[in-house]
């Protein structure tokens, strides 16, 4: 008798997602498909995405530099740390927190009658404005 198909839990569901999304980083972030040493790079990917464990930073994550990386272990020195923290605390801080909200104004009663004040402009000519 065959067997009944697993069920797969959401645990299970998440890891194969972020595997994939792992993968596509590596490939954005070295900027190549072909000659990629994938049990390397894999490697060291996990090892900075239990550093940096979210998964929408991974999949968003698009480094600008001005050279091409040959591979993820730059960003295990110590300037690879501090530009991948730097960019970490970029993609995940919450900025909405720090705009603060408008205040609230009362509304001025309508009922209350307002008298109406006439301005009188006067009327300047160029000599008199430069006086």
Same mark, same amino acid.
């Given at each position: 008798? @065959? $067997? &009944?198909?697993?069920?797969q839990? %959401?645990? =299970?569901?998440?890891?194969?997602?972020f595997?994939?999304?792992?993968?596509? %980083?590596?490939?954005?972030? *070295?900027?190549?498909?072909?000659?990629?040493?994938?049990?390397?790079?894999?490697? +060291?990917?996990? $090892? !900075? %995405?239990?550093?940096?464990?979210? +998964?929408?930073?991974w999949?968003?994550?698009?480094?600008?530099?001005?050279?091409? !990386? @040959?591979s *993820? &272990?730059?960003?295990?020195?110590?300037?690879?740390?501090?530009?991948?923290?730097?960019?970490?605390?970029? &993609?995940?801080?919450? !900025?909405? %927190? /720090?705009?603060?909200?408008?205040?609230?104004?009362?509304?001025?009663? =309508?009922?209350?009658?307002?008298?109406?004040?006439?301005?009188? $402009?006067? !009327? /300047?000519? /160029?000599?008199?404005? *430069?006086?």
């Amino acid at each position: 008798m @065959p $067997k &009944a198909p697993k069920l797969q839990s %959401a645990e =299970d569901i998440l890891h194969k997602k972020f595997v994939k999304v792992k993968k596509e %980083a590596v490939q954005r972030i *070295l900027n190549k498909k072909n000659g990629i040493n994938w049990g390397c790079e894999i490697k +060291i990917i996990n $090892k !900075l %995405a239990d550093t940096y464990p979210d +998964i929408e930073f991974w999949r968003t994550f698009e480094p600008n530099f001005s050279f091409t !990386l @040959p591979s *993820l &272990a730059w960003l295990l020195t110590e300037k690879g740390r501090d530009y991948l923290s730097t960019e970490y605390r970029r &993609a995940t801080t919450d !900025l909405s %927190a /720090l705009i603060s909200k408008p205040e609230k104004y009362e509304h001025i009663n =309508d009922d209350v009658p307002v008298e109406k004040v006439e301005i009188k $402009k006067k !009327l /300047l000519t /160029l000599k008199d404005f *430069l006086r």
